[in-house]
């Protein structure tokens, strides 16, 4: 692979994009992220992706390293140097190192000096979507046991990530999580069900985190079919029990849940409905 990583400004080999031991996000994940897919190249949705993660600053209190103009250059210039066409965009972004380590402290949990913020930028090819069937695939529950403050795209993902090495190991594509007895998301999508042809997916709240592609199917898809969509609460029984379920994320649009732990989902064939809403975002990316 040819592709290069952007560290703070300079586009490095992959095996020079080195950062220091004293940055706080790799001390004690102080820092954010956010992921634009492009698809053909062209990048979708980048408004709102550059929205929630001006929010995440926001929210953690780290200055925005470069404006809005020099971010969509910097993201401009960096990916037309790639060699994909359908990618995803990871940026990270950290408070960084302390540029002074004259009082021999080199670990504090508060933020009290100054600090260079580590920016980085890599890509990741987007493999069998969005051209390919929409994809069916397994889901295992799990005891939503993060933080509160899951609205705050924050590189700790201890939980989101053990959560996933749980599912992979049962060969599942997803772990959803339940918080007293009610559907949060899943650990890198939000969930929706279908029952009796009412979709719902719970409210945008602190549990979750706002996806872009969870409001660009309400707002655009499930509104243009006029389907009946419900945003509330709904219980890990309303999960078992419903006709359908789907997940969603950047990379992979839409994905539907044909099995929750080895429960059978629906009647072993696409469900309409997540059928029609995959297909409709797959034309929107097209
Ligand atoms: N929830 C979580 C916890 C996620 O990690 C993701 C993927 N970033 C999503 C939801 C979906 O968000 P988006 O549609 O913006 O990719």
Redesign the pocket.
């Known amino acids: 692979m040819s592709n290069k990583i952007f560290l703070n400004d300079n586009l490095v080999d992959i095996e020079e994009a080195k950062i220091s031991v004293f940055d706080r996000g790799y001390l004690f994940s102080d820092g954010i992220y956010e992921?634009i897919p492009f698809f053909k190249g062209k990048p979708f949705l980048l408004e709102d992706h550059y929205k929630r993660l001006e929010r995440s600053l926001d929210m953690v209190d780290i200055s925005n390293p470069y404006s809005k103009a020099e971010w969509k250059d910097k993201i401009d210039r960096f990916t037309k140097e790639n060699d994909y066409k359908n990618f995803s965009l990871y940026i990270q972004i950290t408070r960084g190192v302390p540029s002074d380590f004259s009082d021999g402290i080199f670990r504090e949990h508060a933020a009290t000096k100054k600090y260079t913020s580590s920016v980085t930028m890599f890509t990741s090819e987007i493999k069998g979507f969005p051209s390919f069937a929409p994809k069916r695939e397994k889901a295992i529950i799990l005891d939503d046991k993060r933080w509160l403050q899951?609205d705050i795209?924050s590189i700790s993902l201890i939980y989101?990530a053990y959560a996933k090495t749980l599912a992979s190991r049962s060969e599942a594509y997803e772990a959803i999580l339940v918080r007293n007895n009610n559907i949060t998301?899943?650990?890198?999508?939000?969930v929706f069900i279908v029952k009796d042809n009412v979709i719902k997916t719970c409210p945008k709240t602190n549990l979750?985190?706002p996806?872009?592609?969870?409001s660009f199917i309400i707002n655009q898809i499930i509104k243009k079919n006029n389907y009946k969509f419900k945003e509330e609460n709904f219980s890990l029984n309303e999960l078992k029990s419903a006709d359908e379920i789907f997940v969603?994320?950047?990379?992979q649009g839409v994905i539907e849940i044909n099995k929750l732990d080895d429960k059978e989902i629906g009647n072993g064939e696409f469900g309409p409905i997540s059928k029609k809403i995959y297909e409709n975002f797959v034309e929107s990316v097209n």
């Open positions: 992921l899951c795209k989101n998301e899943g650990c890198s999508s939000n979750i985190l996806g872009i592609t969870r969603t994320n950047s990379t």
